[in-house]
């Protein structure tokens, strides 16, 4: 989970800024709910080298709990997942008409666009009827992460400049995270189901530790 995190954070941030309904500090509680199962599982090791049971019992209700809230993730994901297509769209356009206002947003396009080789939602001309057309003052412009190579004209475009991208991002991104949400879902449940394998073996474990603890008092 906190590998996972840190991947959204550093990599996929940008997509997921683009949907309408995306938590920003979902993230943020990933990598937390990570590093404090690095922690517990740590104190969980040094419970069984010291041959402890009461705190492996502890362990064990602390990874059922750790279980039911990934598997709890792994399902909202996986409903997620249908929504993604129709919070792209309606986040993209929100995000076309805030570049020029929000720093971040602007980031997210600009990535968006260089990374995946696109422009615009559907395609370039969408960058000609909205807010960004006005306030940039140039017609038919668009930003200049459009750009085939670097520096480019990116101004007064005719409707068969090849010097920018044509196709729209709004299908390359919805493929994208469709895509990426399957693996992270699939994730998501793998990791969950550890949980539950590590919680009744800590419980076992106890069982043993307390079993072996009674034969020598006997």
């Known amino acids: 989970m906190l590998s996972v995190g840190i991947a959204i954070k550093v990599r996929l941030h940008i997509y997921a800024e683009l949907t309408s309904i995306y938590p920003s500090e979902a993230t943020y509680v990933i990598i937390i709910i990570g590093a ?3 922690v ?4 969980g090791c040094c ?4 041959g402890s049971s009461g705190p492996l019992y502890a362990y064990a209700v602390f ?23 129709d919070s792209l769209e309606d986040g993209i356009k929100e995000a076309m008409d805030n570049y020029l206002e929000k720093e971040s947003t602007r980031n997210a396009i600009d990535g968006i666009q260089s990374k995946l080789q696109c422009c615009g939602r559907y395609n370039y001309t969408d960058w000609f009827t909205i807010h960004w057309e006005a306030a940039n003052k140039t ?3 668009v930003p200049a992460s459009c750009c085939i190579k670097k520096n480019c004209v990116h101004t007064n475009l005719t409707p068969n400049d090849t010097s920018v991208y044509h196709q729209g991002c ?22 969950c189901f550890l949980q539950l394998f590590g919680s ?13 603890k009674y034969e020598q008092v006997a």
């Open 36 to 38: 404090v199962i690095v």
């Open 40 to 43: 517990v599982g740590t104190m």
């Open 47 to 50: 419970c069984t080298a010291k």
């Open 63 to 85: 990874l059922m709990l750790v279980f039911i809230v990934e598997l709890s993730a792994a399902i909202s994901l996986f409903v997620y997942r249908g929504k993604v297509k």
């Open 139 to 141: 017609a038919n412009s």
């Open 170 to 191: 709004f299908d390359m991104v919805t493929t994208f995270t469709q895509k990426n949400f399957s693996v992270l879902g699939g994730v998501a449940i793998g990791f």
């Open 200 to 212: 009744l073996f800590a419980c076992c474990l106890a069982r043993v530790i307390n079993k072996a």
